[in-house]
């Protein structure tokens, strides 16, 4: 029972959830929300940290604290820089991992890395 009725076990369970928003941390009404892995958004809510777009159907990446992130805004926030070029270590379109020369602390694209 629920708010004076009574409802099948199935959807009492969808009423009464205590879902919140990881952005806004206001409860979400059952069946509206937006999942990446176990973390739930209103679709409102599912928008970039730094550009602010609206995420939802696009690729995401969450932070250690499941902020959103476009994937071209993680990768200049969260990526290594090169020493050399000074530019983000990043793969390249279509692909999701790059190698990366990293010498005397410093971290270098392969085409940056020279001997002196």
């Known amino acids: 029972m629920l708010d004076g009725h009574y409802f099948c076990e199935k959807d009492f369970k969808a009423l009464s959830s205590t879902e919140t928003c990881s952005t806004c941390a206001k409860s979400i009404t059952p069946g509206t929300s937006l999942s990446v ?6 679709p409102a809510c ?4 730094v550009c602010h777009k609206n995420m939802e159907g ?3 990446t969450l ?3 499941n902020k959103v ?5 993680y990768a200049r ?5 090169c020493a ?16 990366r020369i990293r010498a005397m ?3 270098f694209h392969l085409s940056c890395f020279k001997c002196k």
């Open 37 to 42: 892995g176990d973390v739930k958004f209103h």
């Open 46 to 49: 599912l928008a970039c940290e």
């Open 58 to 60: 696009k690729q995401i």
């Open 63 to 65: 932070d250690d604290k």
């Open 69 to 73: 992130y476009c994937t071209q805004d």
């Open 77 to 81: 926030k969260f990526s290594p820089k």
């Open 84 to 99: 050399g070029c000074k530019k983000s270590i990043v793969p390249k379109k279509g692909q999701t991992k790059t190698q």
């Open 105 to 107: 602390g410093k971290d």
